[in-house]
T-cell receptor, first 114, second 114 residues
Framework: EPEVTQTPSHQVTQMGQEVILRCVPI?????FYWYRQILGQKVEFLVS????????KSEIFDDQFSVERPDGSNFTLKIRSTKLEDSAMYFC????????????FGPGTRLTVL | GQQLNQSPQSMFIQEGEDVSMNCTSS?????WLWYKQDPGEGPVLLIA?????ELTSNGRLTAQFGITRKDSFLNISASIPSDVGIYFC??????????????FGKGTLLTVNP
């Protein structure tokens, strides 16, 4: 069964450093998302991406964040200058098409900012 | 924004017992999704509900979409130790367009005592 994959599974970085989190969505899906989950809290929406552009972003997704789909398979989240409070699990998700709300999540990347 | 309230926050049960948890909202949802999250993993879709009143089963799991479209419940029958995890309800936030960003509840932590 197709699944969303994410790399790395765990990323440790120093405050102020740039990180890039990578995702490979399910191949025929058209809508892509990033969510994050701070330890012990609920999953929160960050950004949605469709047709090679951001379709919506949350208040969390400030100028330090960017997303890109550099080729036909990868979907990346870049944090330009990490802060301590960026430490969280980051989940990529994808959805097939315009009809149907079901999103399929990847296993996540645990980001630890020191 | 839209909020989903899940209850109970946590449950501690004996293996073999049935479990019921629910999710309510102050606003209407057109889709209800139930996910399970194991520690350090991404949310895994259990059941998707698309119509008010719909009752759907997936093995020992049964979920219903409330007729008011403001609530849903998830039942697990004859619980087993591998049912341990956090169960989240989620629904597409009413943000317009077809982005379908998901709003998550805070989760129900289920512990099953063998």
């Amino acid at each position: 069964e197709p699944e969303v994959t994410q790399t790395p599974s765990h990323q440790v970085t120093q405050m102020g450093q740039e990180v890039i989190l990578r995702c490979v969505p399910i191949s025929n899906h058209l809508y892509f998302y990033w969510y994050r989950q701070i330890l012990g809290q609920k999953v929160e929406f960050l950004v949605s991406f469709y047709n090679n552009e951001i379709s919506e972003k949350s208040e969390i997704f400030d100028d330090q964040f960017s997303v890109e789909r550099p080729d036909g398979s990868n979907f990346t989240l870049k944090i330009r200058s990490t802060k301590l409070e960026d430490s969280a699990m980051y989940f990529c998700a994808s959805r097939p098409g315009p009809l149907g709300d079901t999103q399929y999540f990847g296993p996540g990347t645990r980001l630890t900012v020191l | 924004g839209q909020q989903l309230n899940q209850s109970p926050q946590s449950m501690f049960i004996q293996e073999g017992e049935d479990v019921s948890m629910n999710c309510t909202s102050s606003s209407i949802f057109n889709t209800w999704l139930w996910y399970k999250q194991d520690p350090g993993e991404g949310p895994v879709l259990l059941i998707a509900l698309y119509k008010a009143g719909e009752l759907t089963s997936n093995g020992r799991l049964t979920a219903q979409f409330g007729i008011t479209r403001k609530d849903s419940f998830l039942n697990i029958s004859a619980s087993i130790p591998s049912d341990v995890g956090i169960y989240f309800c989620a629904g597409p936030a009413n943000s317009g367009g077809s982005n379908y960003k998901l709003t998550f509840g805070k989760g129900t932590l289920l512990t099953v005592n063998p």
